[in-house]
């Protein structure tokens, strides 16, 4: 975890100084941005060293979800929301644009730390050896997490990635959507199963033509059939 730079985002001076002491304590790197438009300049010129963004919905200048799309045109970070909205189409549309996670206000700093740190254990596993794996003109490099579809690149989210990892490696068996969100988003994720389908959905539509070796098993969940 070491080393790793936090896009902190938020217009209130009270939740940003709480989350950068926890965050700093946890030995991570932080930048600040109160407001939308700041926040995409300081991304844009330092996006290359920035590891994760924490992005407030509710923002002066540019809303968070117009920040989440415009860094989703230039880099597929992942991206956690905040919001003390309560409202499931916020989530779903958070999602639905390019969001990786969604924590919802009253944030508990050591919660939303310990779920950070677990997100990394999770992007960073499988690092140390290569294994490819090829499916009827889908390529997956789990060494580099680079996924192609006849050999043209295709750019998924960390989310996304994990999803598909799983259905590949539980080839021909029936995964249902409890057990995929229990296992990219963790058993303290308080999301519902439409979650699940939102990025399924989404996946589905960079896979293209290949989008068939992903099938719905209709009221149950889905099965990977390369």
């Not at 968070?64 to 860094?71: A, M, N, P, S």
């Not at 789990?142 to 996924?147: F, G």
């Not at 229990?182 to 539509?205: C, S």
Request: glycine fraction near 6%; hydrophobic fraction near 40%; charged fraction near 30%.
């Amino acid at each position: 975890m070491d080393n790793k730079t936090i896009l902190v985002v938020d217009d209130e001076l009270k939740i940003r100084i709480l989350l950068k002491d926890f965050l700093i304590r946890e030995g991570f790197n932080v930048i600040e941005s109160s407001d939308g438009r700041h926040a995409l300049e300081t991304f844009q010129s330092s996006h290359k060293s920035i590891d994760l963004v924490l992005l407030d919905v509710m923002l002066p200048e540019y809303d968070g979800w117009t920040v989440c799309r415009e860094i989703r045109k230039l880099s597929d970070v992942p991206i956690i929301m905040l919001t003390a909205r309560s409202d499931d189409f916020d989530e779903v549309h958070g999602f639905e644009i390019g969001a990786d996670d969604y924590v919802k206000k009253p944030i508990r700093p050591t919660a939303l730390v310990a779920r950070i740190n677990a997100f990394f254990r999770r992007m960073d596993k499988g690092n140390q050896e290569s294994k490819v794996l090829s499916f009827d003109g889908l390529e997956i490099d789990d060494s580099s997490h680079v996924v192609k579809v006849n050999n043209k690149e295709v750019v998924l989210s960390p989310k996304e990635y994990v999803l598909l990892l799983i259905l590949v490696e539980s080839k021909g068996q029936t995964i249902s959507r409890e057990q995929l969100l229990n296992r990219v988003w963790g058993y303290d994720y308080f999301g519902g199963l439409r979650t699940v389908d939102t990025h399924i959905n989404r996946l589905r539509i960079k896979l293209g033509e290949k989008d068939y070796l992903i099938t719905t098993i209709r009221g149950f969940g889905y099965r990977f059939e390369g």
